[in-house]
Structures are given as C-alpha cells and as structure tokens.
C-alpha cells in the first residue's frame, strides 16, 4: 500500500553528478516516516547510504559517502532526493529508496518496510 519509484539513475564519469529522486505514494504512506537510501553493487550486500528524519531537520551518512553525498526531502511532494557529487567507481552499485513506517531512525535494511524497485548508477574511471 506504499509505491516508491526511483529515478535519476544513470552512467557518469568519475567525479561527476548525480541526483536520484523517489516519489512516494500509496494510501497509507505518511511524510512521518524515516526515509533512506541504500545500496547494492553485484556480489555484495545492500548497504547504508544515508536517511533523513521526517522533518528533514536530522540526516545521517557512513563515512563511504559522507561529505559527497546529500539526502533532502520535500514533503509537499513526498518525494526524497539524493545528491551525489564526486562520485568515484566504487559507487557503482543499484541505489534503493526505503521507508521506515515506525520511525526506528536506523541504519540496518531490515529496519525498513518499503521498498522502491531500485535505479543504476554506473560511474566509470
């Protein structure tokens, strides 16, 4: 009852840009809920990007992206962006938007209960 659908997604040159967008919608999604990105290159598994709280006030990075990378949300819209600069061609991986619906505020996959279908971000060297 909760879609999320990712875009901006794409190939890009070492040191260049990026900025994903996942819209939100479904008839019991609220813009209280914690809202994350992860990450899953091929043979490896999915990890934490970033997540912002429902107000936008508080975010949080590991330090693989922190500095780089940038979470947002507009609530009016509910929809949550990632911008990505400097990437590198260790960022190569299919970048997942997620929801977590009981504010755990956490940073392990399992913790969130919806799930976007995922966009590819390919940054070549």
């Known amino acids: 009852q909760v879609q999320l659908v990712e875009s901006g997604g794409g190939s890009v040159q070492a040191g260049g840009s990026l900025r994903l967008s996942c819209a939100a919608s479904?008839?019991?999604?609220?813009?209280?809920?914690?809202m994350g990105w992860f990450r899953q290159a091929p043979g490896k598994e999915r990890e934490f990007v970033a997540r912002?709280?429902?107000?936008?006030?508080?975010?949080y990075y590991p330090d693989s992206v922190k500095g780089r990378f940038t979470i947002s949300r507009d609530n009016a819209k509910n929809t949550v962006y990632l911008q990505m600069n400097s990437l590198k061609p260790e960022d190569t991986a299919v970048y997942y938007c997620?929801?977590?619906?009981?504010?755990?505020?956490?940073?392990?996959?399992?913790?969130?209960?919806?799930w976007g279908q995922g966009t590819q971000v390919t940054v070549s060297s």
């Open positions: 912002i709280s429902w107000s936008g006030g508080t975010t």
């Open positions: 479904g008839r019991t999604f609220s813009n209280r809920y914690i």
């Open positions: 997620a929801a977590d619906s009981l504010g755990r505020y956490d940073s392990r996959w399992y913790s969130y209960d919806y």
